[in-house]
Structures are given as C-alpha cells and as structure tokens.
C-alpha cells in the first residue's frame, strides 16, 4: 500500500524544483494572463471598468476579443515614441552603470579577502533604505538650489544653477544610483572566480595590462556583463517612481503611461495592452540571454 502511495507521490527533487514554479505561476503567470484577458477586453462605466471576454447564450460561450486598442497602439505616435524613449533610456543608464560599475567590481574582486565583505556591504548599504526615500533625496540634491548647486557654485565650478531636477538628466542619474548595485554584484560574482594565472600567462608573453583586461579579463567576465545589463535594463526600461519624481513633463517613459492609463484615463484594456507589449519586449532580450547561455555552454562540453 505505501508503495502504491510513493509511486504517485513526487520525488524530493520534483518537490523541491516545483515549488519556485508553482511561485512563478500563481504569482507572476496567472497576474500576467489577467492582464492580457483586459487587454482584449472594451472600457466600461462600472466596476470593474471593462467587460468580459466570455459570454453564455442559448447555452453557446461566445468570445468576444477587442483588438482595437492593439491597433490604435501600432498606428499611435505617442507610444512608439514612449517605447523608443524608455529603451533609450534604459540603454544608456545600463551602459552608465556598466562603465561605472566594472572598475568597482574590478576593484572589489582584486581587493584583500577580510575587505571585499566590506565593500560589498558598502554596495548594499542603500537597500537599507526605502527605495521612494532614496529618489525623494535626490530632489534636495539636484534642484536648482539644492546641495549639488550649491556646493559646485561655492567651490567657484559654476555661476549659475545647472538645471538637472525635472530634466532626463535627472533620471539618468537616479536610475544609475538606484540600478547600480544591480550590475556590480553579478559581475563581481564572476570577476571573483577568475583564474589569475591566465593573467599572468598573458604577461609573461609580453602583454600589457590593458591587453591583458582586454584579451582576458574582459572576455571571461562577459556572462557577468550580460546578467547584470538585463537585471537593469527590464527594470529600467518600465521604470515609474523616478521619471515621475526626478523627469520633466517631456519624458517620456512607458511606466507613467501605464500609470495615465490605469488611474487618469481609467481605461484599463488600454493599460493592460500596453503593459503587455512592453512584457513581450522584455521577452526578447531574456530570450537572447537564454540562448546565448545555452550555446555557450554547449560550446564548453567536450
């Protein structure tokens, strides 16, 4: 009988592996489908604002799927030119955190063993700070005449403000404040692990050292590059708090769009058809991820 019961029951390893995905699919899968069924559905007066896909009549379910909001999107200006912007966006405050990150990493990784916990704590040091507060400080910072003015003005830099609060530049800065732990961490992960006597090797063949980061360092850290660039691109890229608290009434960012849509305009199959194209075009790039992890490890087996 108990051995009846076991063959039906799963294995350790299966319970252990299925209880992330049962996670992952109540609550990142099962939100998302509700959010594509809006999408397909038409704005209403009433609670909730939109109407419902399935209908019984005569003991015949019909489907009802509105694709008009899907058409006014690709024919709509204002959102590709919101999508352009965001990707931008986020493409350059991935590229700022990734040029200003590596040295970081770099230095971590090469530093004494009894340091690197330290400075990897120092990293982390702003998460013990709630994320709204962090971006709040920042309005104090770059305002007109708040400290950074100020201290440049008092060192004699410059004799006017720099006008960086409510501006793209603003952004840039609190996403590369907020986002940059995000890439140092997986790249110190795997700068960390790195064989040095490859580095030596390379200097004892009479390479220089920036041969050597070049030819060496940077190619075995490439993994590193890519995991942290996609932990701030998909982020970025729907990034709400900071482009409505640090941007100006010109930036453009598919996460205040969203935001519009939800809670000003309350047309929610707007909204949700929106939020689902920007989902799938987050898919493409962890798609390409994934393959290039694959390949790659296929390409290290004997």
């Not at 060192?155 to 590369?176: C, D, F, Q």
């Not at 849509?261 to 799938?280: G, I, R």
């Not at 992890?293 to 087996?301: A, I, S, T, V, Y």
Request: aromatic share 14%; proline share 6%.
């Amino acid at each position: 009988m108990k051995k009846g019961i076991q063959r039906w029951l799963p294995s350790g390893r299966t319970g252990v592996i299925a209880v992330p995905f049962v996670f992952l699919a109540l609550f990142f899968l099962l939100p998302f489908m509700l959010v594509l069924c809006i999408s397909f559905a038409q704005q209403r007066i009433g609670v909730p604002p939109y109407t419902t896909l399935f209908e019984m009549q005569d003991n015949i379910l019909r489907i009802q799927l509105n694709l008009d909001h899907y058409v006014f999107m690709l024919h709509d200006d204002l959102y590709l030119a919101t999508y352009l912007s965001s990707v931008k966006m986020a493409a350059v405050s991935t590229l700022l955190c990734l040029l200003i990150g590596y040295p970081m990493a770099y230095y971590m990784a090469r530093a004494a063993e009894s340091m690197r916990n330290t400075l990897m704590m120092l990293v982390m040091l702003p998460f013990w700070t709630s994320y709204l507060v962090r971006v709040y400080a920042w309005i104090g910072i770059l305002k007109n005449e708040g400290f950074l003015n100020n201290f440049l003005m008092w060192l004699g830099v410059i004799h006017e403000p720099l006008r960086l609060y409510h501006t793209n530049w603003g952004v840039y800065i609190g996403m590369v404040f907020s986002y940059l732990p995000f890439m140092i961490m997986p790249l110190y992960a795997h700068l960390v692990k790195m064989d040095l006597l490859q580095l030596e090797a390379a200097y004892d063949l009479g390479a220089k050292p920036w041969q050597a980061f070049v030819k060496v360092t940077l190619p075995l850290s490439k993994n590193g590059i890519i995991a942290g660039s996609l932990l701030v691109f998909i982020p970025a890229v729907g990034e709400y708090v900071i482009p409505e608290l640090l941007g100006g009434s010109d930036t453009l960012m598919i996460g205040r769009v969203m935001w519009g849509e939800f809670f000003n305009n309350m047309d929610w199959p707007m909204a949700a058809t929106v939020t689902c194209t920007m989902v799938l075009l987050l898919l493409v790039p962890m798609a390409l991820f994934q393959h290039y992890q694959l390949k790659d490890m296929e390409g290290d087996q004997p």
